[in-house]
């Protein structure tokens, strides 16, 4: 089956996919983030749960020593500094509590949604940028 799509849309996607990067190296061994974007469109092709948003977004992962890696979601349209994500697993959930911070972003999880792909995508960036950092 072929989806017509512009070479140009396709083009970003994959780059979007491959765009995480850490924001400061000389953070490297206190601070690592990245981020993926995610759309309903081209989830199935490497994913066996469905889709768990209801719009794109990103994945992002920080990693801070006190929390371990945190893991969120942010819609297309609201990813800005400002603007704090849909935490996906427990050390950003626990984070955001102590830090009296709320996600201030539309709700965009499926109810009912199986987040374990979600969660994963957002671990493994985490580790890959650190060891990218620490040149493994």
């Known amino acids: 089956m072929r989806i017509d799509m512009p070479r140009w849309l396709i083009s970003i996607a994959v780059l979007s996919l491959a765009a995480c990067t850490p924001q400061d190296d000389s953070y490297a061994s206190q601070f690592v983030s990245g981020y993926v974007a995610v759309h309903e469109m081209f989830w199935s092709a ?9 719009t794109s977004g990103e994945i992002s992962c920080v990693y801070y020593p006190t929390f371990g890696i945190e893991v969120y979601f942010e819609p297309a349209g609201y990813i800005h500094e400002s603007s704090i994500g849909t935490p996906l697993n427990k050390a950003a959930a626990e984070s955001l509590k102590q830090a009296g911070m709320v996600p201030n972003v539309p709700y965009s999880i499926k109810k009912g949604a199986d987040l374990s792909d979600a969660r994963e995508i957002g671990l493994q960036l985490c580790d890959e940028q650190m060891d990218k950092i620490k040149g493994v």
């Open 46 to 54: 490497d994913h066996d749960t469905p889709y768990p948003f209801t």
